[in-house]
């Protein structure tokens, strides 16, 4: 029952069900990054809503790693570095209604990023907003064996900084993507009664057409609308942790990772070069793939301590791999807090 009431504490983490961080060097579109930062919802049992109430919540994160091209390997004609603080925070409503047996939620999270890129020895900083995220209709189902499931359909709203002017984005260091984002969600979490926690959350995001890409075609100066569609990417986060025992009982550990593939490719239209007006799109300079699709997987150790009404998560994150985008390493730290 301990493990039960902790982990209901820090459900309310689980209304950050998407995040971005920005930078080129997450090469979906140049820069762009993934709707969703893999491993953000890790530690989170997403499947439960905490108790009827108002909860705020703050991730902040720290990431550091290098661009990888298509093959996984360093990039050797544009070298990119990047560093990024995020600061995530959130509230969530958690209702005492219910929808079709499910009890309901209602999140709102405005991303604070500031990021330093260094392409080639040259360094840009950029602090600012990320997209406005908006999930109306958080529902978490309590089904028997101490099972646990919910859905839900974060949006994210073109509101950030994309740094795009009249030229377009192509160009600008982003801290936002320049189009809205629909990322249908379902987690389950499983509570054996004895600590032991299980959680698995995926969430699919449908990227939408930025339609200021750039104003000529890519790098020659010609006048052109070119238009570009970031690829549809899967996201799964998990997360294997126990409520330690006795004297330690407010303590829980456990290992936290998360899998990210991009399934569909990244295209450009308008271009009038294009004979029939939309390709996968390919930079030689950035050594991707055709479609620039990107894959990653990352895992490390979690920490929780629950002070009561508050619980706290640390955890941090290595990629083992990383292709078409940045290979990091990530320090969380979420801070939950009713109100």
């Known amino acids: 029952m301990e493990s039960f009431v902790f982990s209901r504490t820090l459900a309310v983490l689980g209304t950050l069900a998407t995040v971005t961080w920005a930078g080129q060097a997450y090469a979906l579109e140049p820069g762009t990054a993934d709707p969703h930062q893999p491993g953000v919802t890790s530690g989170l049992p997403l499947g439960a809503l905490p108790p009827p109430g108002f909860y705020f919540s703050n991730n902040t994160n720290y990431v550091d790693g290098s661009l990888k091209d298509g093959n996984g390997n360093p990039t050797t004609i544009v070298r990119n570095n990047i560093t990024a603080w995020?600061?995530?925070?959130?509230?969530?409503?958690?209702?005492?209604?219910?929808?079709?047996?499910?009890?309901?939620?209602?999140?709102?999270?405005?991303?604070?990023?500031?990021?330093?890129?260094?392409?080639?020895?040259?360094?840009?900083?950029?602090?600012?907003?990320?997209?406005?995220?908006?999930?109306?209709?958080?529902?978490?189902?309590h089904l028997p064996g101490g099972f646990f499931v919910s859905t839900g359909i974060p949006i994210g709203f073109k509101t950030g900084d994309t740094g795009g002017g009249g030229n377009g984005t192509f160009t600008q260091q982003h801290l936002a993507a320049n189009n809205w984002i629909f990322s249908p969600a379902a987690a389950v979490s499983w509570f054996n009664g004895h600590g032991l926690e299980v959680t698995l959350n995926g969430e699919y995001d449908i990227q939408t057409q930025n339609n200021n890409f750039d104003r000529h075609i890519p790098l020659t100066?010609?006048?052109?609308?070119?238009?570009?569609?970031?690829?549809?990417?899967?996201?799964?986060?998990?997360?294997?942790?126990?409520?330690?025992?006795?004297?330690?009982?407010?303590?829980?550990?456990?290992?936290?990772?998360y899998y990210a593939i991009q399934t569909t490719d990244d295209t450009i239209s308008g271009d009038p070069l294009i004979p029939n007006g939309t390709v996968p799109a390919n930079f030689v300079f950035l050594q991707n793939s055709r479609g620039n699709r990107f894959e990653k997987f990352g895992i490390g150790p979690i920490v929780g301590y629950n002070f009561g009404p508050v619980g706290i998560l640390a955890w941090y994150t290595r990629d083992v791999f990383a292709k078409n985008t940045a290979l990091v390493d990530t320090f969380w730290f979420t801070i939950a807090i009713p109100f």
Do not use: E, M
């Not at 047996?101 to 890129?117: E, K, L």
């Open 86 to 141: 995020v600061q995530i925070p959130a509230v969530l409503w958690s209702s005492p209604f219910h929808i079709l047996g499910a009890q309901w939620g209602v999140a709102a999270v405005q991303p604070i990023v500031t990021v330093a890129s260094t392409t080639n020895g040259a360094t840009q900083n950029k602090t600012g907003l990320d997209n406005f995220l908006f999930n109306p209709a958080v529902l978490s189902w």
């Open 221 to 257: 100066g010609i006048p052109a609308n070119v238009k570009y569609t970031s690829g549809d990417i899967l996201n799964l986060d998990w997360t294997v942790q126990q409520v330690l025992p006795g004297a330690w009982k407010k303590w829980q550990i456990g290992v936290a990772g």
